[in-house]
């Protein structure tokens, strides 16, 4: 029902900033809420930012809150996550994901659909 691909992952030193991309295709239902999460190695998956599709409610974890910031543009079924002053802990696999609710949600298993990862590194 949905398909995400990310993008907009790299190398880059701390302090410096990476735009993420999450291009989404099939079906988009007014209630599609998205999310943005990281999987650094030996750790769980962690919840970093979320958006509602359709009204562009945003949320966020406490480590990321005034650096990270994320949108969505409906016309081009695209939804971003801008990062700013990127420090090491930051560097993980990232993914994108979607749900069929407006319910603010940071579990994983509450996702459905997934991107296939895009790697941050972020160096000291």
């Known amino acids: 029902q949905v398909q995400l691909v990310e993008s907009g992952g790299g190398l880059v030193q701390a302090g410096g900033s990476l735009r993420l991309s999450c291009a989404a295709s099939?079906?988009?239902?007014?209630?599609?809420?998205m999310g943005w999460f990281r999987q650094a190695p030996g750790k769980e998956r962690e919840f970093v930012a979320a958006?509602?599709?359709?009204?562009?409610?945003?949320y966020y974890a406490d480590s990321v809150k005034g650096r990270f910031t994320i949108s969505r543009d409906n016309a081009k079924n695209t939804v971003f996550l801008q990062m700013n002053t990127l420090l090491p802990e930051d560097t993980a696999v990232y993914y994108c994901?979607?749900?069929?609710?407006?319910?603010?949600?940071?579990?994983?298993?509450?996702?459905?659909?997934w991107g296939q990862g895009t790697q941050v590194t972020v160096s000291s």
């Open positions: 099939g079906r988009t239902f007014s209630s599609l809420f």
């Open positions: 994901a979607a749900r069929l609710s407006t319910i603010p949600d940071m579990r994983p298993n509450s996702y459905a659909y």
């Open positions: 958006v509602t599709w359709s009204g562009g409610s945003t």
